[in-house]
C-alpha cells in the first residue's frame, strides 16, 4: 500500500527553526516530483514547495522563499522541509503530496499531516 | 497574479440531490493542468479530478468534471452521505507550481 508518513510538527517561537520528514512506503519514492502543502487553521490549501526526483529543480511559494528548504534523500525514501525564522502565518497542519506525472502531475497520495505551530 | 475562485462558498443540498461547483480560473489555462480534490474533516485531500475529466482511481462514477480555458465545474450527480466534505480546484503551472482555490464547502441541508 502506499503510504506517506509526516513526522516534526510542533509548537515554536517567532523566529526558531523547525524540520519537518516524511517517510514513503510502497512506491518507488526516487521516481517522483514530491511536495508539501498545508492548511492554516479555517483556511483552504496552500502549495509550500516541490522538488522533483533528482533535486536538481525545488521551487517554493513567495511567501516561504529565502525562508524554507525542501530536500530529500531517495536512499532512505524520505522528502524534508527546513523550515527558518517561522512566523505565526506559518502556522497550520503540513501534508506531504506526491505528483504524478500519469495524472499530468496532480497530487494522488498525501500524507496525514504534521502539526507546525508558531506562538510565544 | 494567478487567481482560482470557486463558488459558491458553502452549497446546502440533501443526500440524493445534484451538486454543481465551480472553479474559474484568472486566466486561460491548460484543461490538462486542472484538478479537484475532496476533503473530509480530519482526513487528508484526496484526488479525484485530473485534466479536468479524468476520474482518479477508485471515484465512483458520480463523480464528474467538465470545462475549459477559465471555467470549470465538479459535477456530483447523487450525493451520499460521505459526498459532504470540502472540495478544492487546484492548477498544475509554472509559477507557482500549484494554485488551490479557496474551496467549496459541501453540507446537509
Known amino acids: 500500500e502506499m503510504q506517506l508518513v509526516e513526522s516534526g510538527g510542533g509548537l515554536v517561537k517567532p523566529g526558531e527553526s523547525l524540520r519537518v520528514s516524511c517517510a514513503a512506503y510502497?512506491?518507488?519514492?526516487?521516481?517522483?516530483?514530491m511536495n508539501w502543502v498545508r492548511r492554516a487553521p479555517g483556511k483552504g490549501l496552500e502549495w509550500v514547495s516541490s522538488?522533483?526526483?533528482?533535486?536538481?529543480?525545488?521551487f517554493y511559494t513567495d511567501s516561504v522563499k529565502g525562508r524554507f528548504t525542501i530536500s530529500r534523500d531517495n536512499t532512505k525514501n524520505s522528502l524534508f522541509l527546513q523550515m527558518n525564522s517561522l512566523r505565526a502565518e506559518d502556522t497550520a497542519l503540513y501534508y506531504c503530496?506526491?505528483?504524478?506525472?500519469?495524472?499530468?502531475?496532480?497530487?494522488?497520495?498525501w500524507g496525514q499531516g504534521t502539526t507546525v505551530t508558531v506562538s510565544s | 497574479e494567478f487567481v482560482l475562485t470557486q463558488s459558491p462558498g458553502t452549497l446546502s443540498l440533501s443526500p440524493g440531490e445534484r451538486a454543481t461547483l465551480s472553479c474559474r480560473a484568472s486566466?486561460?489555462?491548460?484543461?490538462?493542468?486542472l484538478a479537484w480534490y475532496q476533503q473530509r474533516p480530519g482526513q487528508a485531500p484526496r484526488l479525484l479530478i485530473y485534466?479536468?475529466?479524468s476520474r482518479a482511481t477508485g471515484i465512483p462514477d458520480r463523480f464528474s468534471g467538465s470545462g475549459s480555458g477559465t471555467d470549470f465545474t465538479l459535477t456530483i450527480s447523487r450525493l451520499e452521505p460521505e459526498d459532504f466534505a470540502v472540495y478544492y480546484c487546484?492548477?498544475?503551472?509554472?509559477?507557482?507550481?500549484?494554485?488551490f482555490g479557496q474551496g467549496t464547502k459541501l453540507e446537509i441541508k
Open positions: 503530496a506526491r505528483a504524478d506525472s500519469n495524472v499530468i502531475y496532480a497530487l494522488d497520495v
Open positions: 510502497g512506491f518507488t519514492f526516487r521516481a517522483y516530483t
Open positions: 522538488i522533483n526526483s533528482d533535486s536538481k529543480y525545488v
Open positions: 486566466q486561460s489555462v491548460s484543461s490538462s493542468s
Open positions: 485534466g479536468a475529466s
Open positions: 487546484q492548477q498544475y503551472g509554472s509559477s507557482p507550481r500549484y494554485s
